[in-house]
């Protein structure tokens, strides 16, 4: 079955200090993956996404994030964290032949301290 | 172009009510996902629809129903209403192409249940 994981619950960086938020997941066949992010009252947006080819994708908002296929992970990075980074972030995966149902991990709380 | 919108944005109801949600995809995309929001849940897949015609579902009782007309705007209809439905709904649009696209998210509703 298909599955997310985010590890970290809850994450707390200084401004300026890097970031790295895990993602891993189980998938039987080539997977899409996705990361995004939800402010406070809002809707998800999404900050980048791998389909195919080079294994690290840059995304929006200075986020990078590398598919490792040895190890099902797809985690999210950023060199310098500002405070307007706090937020949650969630990791998703679909595939084509799920159509467009996706599975979301539970979310990483991000907070950042000036 | 305008995003996804989703109306009401809040509704508070009472157990045993039913609700009806609606959504209004990117104009253009043909494809309309929905997702309950709880806390330490994450996003969880309710139903896809495509063309009118529901594509995926999710593990949900039956008293969790859609349905999507010609013009691609979906309503999401919870009947007999228990305080667990309480939650934020998430309906998230793609053009249609399966698995290959990010799926763009509106606001949410808000669901109270008392």
């Known amino acids: 079955a298909q599955s997310v994981t985010q590890p970290d619950i809850h994450i707390t960086v200084s401004e300026g200090a890097s970031l790295e938020l895990r993602c891993n997941y189980s998938?039987?066949?080539?997977?899409?993956l996705f990361w995004y992010v939800q402010s406070p009252g809002q809707g998800l947006q999404l900050l980048l996404k791998?389909?195919?080819?080079?294994?690290l994708v840059q995304g929006i908002k200075g986020f990078e994030a590398e598919f490792k296929r040895s190890q099902s992970s797809f985690n999210l990075r950023k060199p310098s964290v500002h405070w307007s980074d706090a937020a949650e972030y969630f990791c998703?995966?679909?595939?084509?032949?799920?159509?467009?149902?996706?599975?979301f991990g539970t979310g990483t709380s991000l907070t950042v301290i000036p | 172009k305008a995003g996804v919108t989703q109306t009401p944005r809040y509704l508070i109801k009472t157990r045993g009510q039913q609700v009806t949600l609606s959504c209004s995809p990117i104009?253009?995309?043909?494809?309309v996902s929905w997702y309950q929001q709880t806390p330490g849940q994450g996003l969880q897949f309710l139903f896809e629809y495509f063309s009118e015609t529901q594509r995926n579902k999710g593990n949900f009782p039956g008293r969790f129903s859609g349905r999507q007309f010609s013009n691609s705007r979906s309503e999401m209809n919870v009947s007999t209403l228990e305080l667990g439905d309480s939650a934020l709904y998430l309906c998230a649009s793609t053009p249609g192409i399966p698995g290959r696209n990010e799926q763009f998210f509106g606001p949410g509703t808000r669901l109270t249940v008392l």
């Open positions: 791998y389909f195919s080819g080079d294994t």
């Open positions: 104009s253009g995309h043909r494809s």
């Open positions: 998938y039987g066949a080539t997977p899409y």
């Open positions: 998703a995966v679909g595939a084509q032949n799920t159509g467009n149902q996706f599975y």
